[in-house]
C-alpha cells in the first residue's frame, strides 16, 4: 500500500482526458467568416470554443475550437449565426 | 486541412476532459450554471450522468468546492452545508446550489428536496431534466414524456412507450411556497445564467427545472441538443417561466407561427414509433392538447 | 459537578458543551429526549448552534454529513428503524472519512415492531466503517460522547455511541458532569484544514466517483485507517482518565473480577450493571465467576479479549442480538479470536427483562458441555 491519498479530487483535473480523440467530424472555423459573436462558445457543452486573441480582415475576434477536446457533437457549426463552422470527417 | 490546433483558455468553472457524451445537453446547461453562480460557490450534486463524467477520481471537472454524497440526498447534504454557512455566518457570501437529474429530483430525492423548501433553507436547487434515468440506460422516470420510449416503457406492439405522465415538479415547488421558482431549457443558454443569477439574490430555497437533451437517451443528432430546448418550448410542451412566490412573473412567449408538438417530437427516436400507426398519432394529438393547455395557463401566445 | 439527571439530558447536555455547530435529528423512540433537550437549550439561547428538523433520519444524516463537509462539527442521535432507514448515509459519511458524533439509543428491529431496548439496531451496520463504542452506563454515556467527538476529528472518522434504549436513556441517577471549562480544555474547536472541507479559497471535490482502478486501494486505506484508531481510542481514555478521573480499562474492554474467574461473561452495555450485581452475590458463594465488557465493537478488539480470556475455563458471552442463520454478533466475533468453546447467549431482545436470575441460569449453563446458542428468558 502506498502512502494515505488525498481523498478528495483535483479541480480541473479532467483536462488530462484528451476526449478530442472520441470524434469522427472536426470544426473547422472559417475565421475570415466568423463575426466573433461567441455562440459556438455558449452552446458548446466541452465548453473549449475560445478566442484565439486574433481580428479578422473585417475587425472582428474571431473565435476556434480547441481540438485536445472538441468531442465533435457539431452543436457550435448547427448554432453559429454566419455559418462559419464547417464539421469535417476525420481521418484517423 | 490544416488544423492548428491551440488550447483554449477558457477555465471554466466546469472544465473540459469531462466523459459527457458528445453534445450532452446536462454538461452545457450545468457549466453555465456554475459560471453563473461564480467561484464563490459550493455545489452538492447526486449521483448521476453528471456526477461521474465530471469527477472520476483523482481527477475532477469542477473548480468550485463541489460533493457528491448519495443519488438521493444532494438536497440534504446541502441543507447540512447552509446550516454550517449559518453557523460560521458565510451564508451571505457563498452559494450553496444542490444539482441533481430528473431521476434524483421528481423521485428519489423528491422527499428529501421537499424538506429543504419546507425549511427555505438558503439553496438553490436545480434539476437537469433529460426525462428518464439516462446514467443507468434511459429507464424511466417521473419526468418521463407521455409516449416516449424508454428501456422500461418501451414502444412495443401493445403499449406505445411511456403511459404515464410527467410529473408537475415546478407546481410542487410552487407549493412550498418559495421565493423562486423557475424553468427553462438548454436552448435558452442566456436564460440559464439569467435565471440562476436572479435565484441566487432571492431569499431562501429555490428552484430551477432545466430541460437537457441527452442525446443518446432521445436518440437525436448530437447537433440538435441547443434545437430541441428551443423547440421544446416553441411548442408549449416545456414552457419557460419564472415565479415569484407563486406568481407568474415572466413566461417567454411562443412564436406567432404555430409550431407543433410533432416538430420537437421528430427529431427524436424516442418517439418515432408515435409516427408509425393511428395509436401513435391519438398520442401525438393528447400530446398536442397538453401543450395547447400550457400556452393557455402560462399565457404564452403572442399577442 | 454532582446532579440527578436522566440519562437522554445528561448525553444532551455533554453534547451541549461539545459545542457543535449543526444539530439535526428526526424524532424516534427512545433517543427523543436527548433531541428535545438539544432543541430546548436552542430555543433558550442555551447554545449556538444551527437546529436542523430533518424530515427523516435519511435527511438527518445528509444533513450533519453536509455540515461536517462545510467544516463545522456536527451532531445527530437515532434509534432502530431510524438507523437502519439511515444505513446509506453512514456508510457513505464513513467512506469520505467524515467526523461526526450519532447517538444511538438502541432499540429492538421490526417485524413485529417493538420500541423496547435491545441491540439489534447497531449491529447491522458495524461493517460500515464507523468506530461503535457502547455505554455501560449514562456516566460512561457522558464521558464517551465527549471522548467520541476527539476521536472523531483526531482520527477524521464518524464515531457512534451507542446506550441501551429506556434502561439508560430514561432513567434517573446521580451523575458527574463535566464542568464547560473542562470539556473545552479536553476537546479543541475543530478546525479541518483548507484542503479538507467545502472552501472556496480552496476548492476541492469530495464524493468523487472511483474505478476499478482506485476503488480497492481506497478502501483499503479506510480499513487501516479504522485500524489506527485503535491507538486513538486507548490514548483518549487514559487521557480522559488522566483529566476527569474516569476510564474504562484500556478503552477497549475492561475485566471485572477476572483474574481467577473460571467462568467469565463476556458482553457489552448496559446488562453488565445486572452481571456485576449477580458476580458479586456468586464470589460472596466463592464462585469463581468474573466479567469481560467489551467497550467498543468497532474497531474490535480481538487481542484484548484474547489475553483477557487466556485463564477462562468457560465462557460465556451474552448479548441482546444476533444474526439470523447464525448466532449472535458478539458471541461469532469472540470466536474469530480464541481457540476454546464459547457459548452464546442471547437475552433481552425487545425489551425482555434480563434479570440477575437470567444471569445466574448463564453461568450454570456456561459450565455444561453444549455450546449450541441459547435463548434465556426471565423465570
Known amino acids: 500500500m502506498a502512502k494515505k491519498q488525498d481523498l478528495s479530487a483535483e479541480p480541473g483535473g479532467t483536462m488530462k482526458n484528451k476526449t478530442g480523440s472520441w470524434r469522427t467530424y472536426y470544426p473547422v472555423v472559417d475565421h475570415e467568416k466568423c463575426i466573433g459573436c461567441g455562440t459556438c462558445d455558449k452552446v458548446c457543452p466541452e465548453g473549449i470554443c475560445y478566442k484565439v486573441g486574433k481580428k479578422n480582415k473585417a475587425g472582428h475576434e474571431y473565435y476556434d475550437n480547441d481540438l485536445d477536446y472538441c468531442k465533435g457533437c457539431g452543436l457550435c457549426a448547427e448554432e453559429c449565426p454566419v455559418k462559419c463552422i464547417e464539421m469535417k470527417f476525420e481521418e484517423k | 486541412m490544416q488544423r492548428n490546433n491551440t488550447n483554449s483558455k477558457n477555465k471554466y468553472l466546469l472544465s473540459e476532459g469531462h466523459t459527457a457524451c458528445a453534445g450532452c445537453g446536462e454538461l452545457l446547461a450545468a457549466r453555465h450554471v456554475a459560471e453563473a453562480a461564480g467561484p464563490n460557490t459550493i455545489i452538492l450534486n447526486s449521483t448521476g450522468c453528471l456526477e461521474v463524467t465530471t469527477s472520476q477520481y483523482p481527477n475532477s471537472s469542477w473548480r468550485l468546492p463541489w460533493m457528491h454524497s448519495l443519488f438521493e440526498n444532494s438536497s440534504a447534504v446541502a441543507s447540512g452545508v447552509a446550516a454550517a454557512l449559518k453557523y460560521k455566518k458565510q451564508d451571505k457570501n457563498i452559494n450553496v446550489i444542490a444539482q441533481a437529474g430528473d431521476g434524483g429530483t421528481f423521485d428519489i430525492g423528491m422527499g428529501l428536496i421537499s424538506g429543504l423548501w419546507e425549511r427555505k433553507d438558503n439553496v438553490l436547487v436545480v434539476c437537469y431534466d433529460n426525462e428518464a434515468y439516462m446514467n443507468t440506460g434511459v429507464q424511466a422516470s417521473g419526468a418521463t414524456s407521455h409516449g416516449a420510449s424508454t428501456t422500461t416503457s418501451p414502444a412495443g406492439k401493445a403499449i406505445p412507450g411511456n403511459m404515464l405522465f410527467k410529473k408537475d415538479m415546478p407546481a410542487i415547488a410552487i407549493a412550498h411556497d418559495l421565493s423562486y421558482v423557475a424553468q427553462t431549457t438548454c436552448g435558452h443558454i442566456a436564460d440559464i445564467e439569467k435565471k440562476v443569477k436572479k435565484a441566487l439574490t432571492m431569499p431562501g430555497a429555490k428552484y430551477l427545472q432545466i430541460l437537457c437533451g441527452c442525446t443518446p437517451g432521445w436518440n437525436y443528432d448530437t447537433k440538435l441538443t441547443v434545437k430541441l430546448g428551443k423547440l421544446a418550448q416553441q411548442s408549449g410542451l416545456y414552457p419557460v417561466f419564472e415565479a415569484e412566490y407563486g406568481e407568474i412573473t415572466t413566461a417567454l412567449k411562443v412564436p406567432k407561427k404555430k409550431v407543433s408538438v410533432e416538430e420537437f417530437l421528430k427529431p427524436q427516436k424516442r418517439f418515432k414509433h408515435l409516427f408509425k400507426d393511428e395509436k401513435g398519432k391519438d398520442l401525438i394529438k393528447q400530446l398536442q392538447v397538453r401543450a395547447d393547455k400550457n400556452i393557455e395557463k402560462y399565457n404564452l401566445a403572442t399577442e | ?379
Open chain 3, 1 to 379: 459537578m454532582r446532579k440527578i439527571l436522566e440519562g437522554s439530558h445528561a448525553v444532551a447536555e455533554a453534547v451541549r458543551m461539545c459545542a457543535p455547530g449543526v444539530v439535526s435529528a428526526y424524532p424516534i423512540t427512545p433517543q427523543t429526549h436527548i433531541v428535545e433537550r438539544l432543541a430546548d437549550f436552542k430555543a433558550n439561547g442555551q447554545a449556538d448552534y444551527e437546529y436542523v428538523l430533518g424530515e427523516s433520519e435519511f435527511a438527518a444524516a445528509s444533513i450533519v454529513e453536509g455540515a461536517v463537509a462545510a467544516g463545522v462539527r456536527s451532531y445527530s442521535a437515532t434509534s432502530s428503524q431510524g438507523l437502519l432507514l439511515m444505513a446509506e448515509v453512514l456508510f457513505n459519511i464513513a467512506g469520505m472519512r467524515l467526523p461526526l458524533v450519532l447517538s444511538v439509543a438502541n432499540r429492538a428491529i421490526s417485524a413485529p415492531i417493538n420500541i423496547w431496548n435491545d441491540q439489534q439496531d447497531a449491529v447491522t451496520v458495524r461493517d460500515s466503517g464507523w468506530i461503535m463504542l457502547y455505554a455501560e452506563d449514562n456516566q460512561e454515556a457522558i464521558d464517551m460522547h465527549i471522548q467520541a467527538f476527539k476521536i472523531s476529528e483526531r482520527v477524521k472518522l464518524p464515531v457512534m455511541v451507542n446506550m441501551d434504549g429506556y434502561v439508560l436513556t430514561h432513567t434517573y441517577e446521580p451523575l458527574d458532569m463535566p464542568s464547560q471549562a473542562d470539556v473545552k480544555k479536553y476537546l479543541p474547536a475543530y478546525k479541518p484544514k483548507a484542503n479538507e472541507f467545502l472552501n472556496i479559497k480552496n476548492p476541492r471535490t469530495f464524493g468523487a466517483f472511483a474505478t476499478p482502478e482506485t476503488y480497492m486501494e481506497l478502501r483499503q486505506e479506510l480499513y487501516e485507517i479504522v485500524e489506527s484508531s485503535r491507538k486513538v481510542i486507548n490514548q483518549e481514555n487514559r487521557i480522559y482518565k488522566d483529566q476527569f478521573g474516569r476510564g474504562s480499562g484500556d478503552g477497549f474492554t475492561e475485566g471485572y473480577k477476572l483474574n481467577d474467574a473460571e467462568t467469565v461473561l463476556v458482553s457489552f452495555g448496559s446488562v453488565l450493571g445486572t452481571m456485576k450485581d449477580v458476580v458479586d452475590e456468586l464470589r460472596e458463594k466463592g464462585e469463581k465467576v468474573g466479567i469481560l465488557k467489551v467497550r467498543c465493537l468497532r474497531p474490535f478488539p480481538g487481542e484484548e479479549i484474547k489475553k483477557a480470556l487466556e485463564k477462562a475455563k468457560n465462557i460465556a458471552v451474552v448479548e441482546k442480538c444476533l444474526s439470523l442463520g447464525n448466532e449472535g454478533i458478539l458471541g461469532g466475533e469472540v470466536k474469530q479470536h480464541i481457540d476454546k468453546p464459547v457459548k452464546n447467549f442471547v437475552v433481552g431482545l425487545g425489551g425482555k427483562d434480563a434479570t440477575k436470575g437470567v444471569i445466574k441460569e448463564i453461568v450454570k449453563k456456561a459450565k455444561g458441555t453444549d455450546k449450541k446458542l441459547e435463548f434465556i428468558y426471565p423465570e
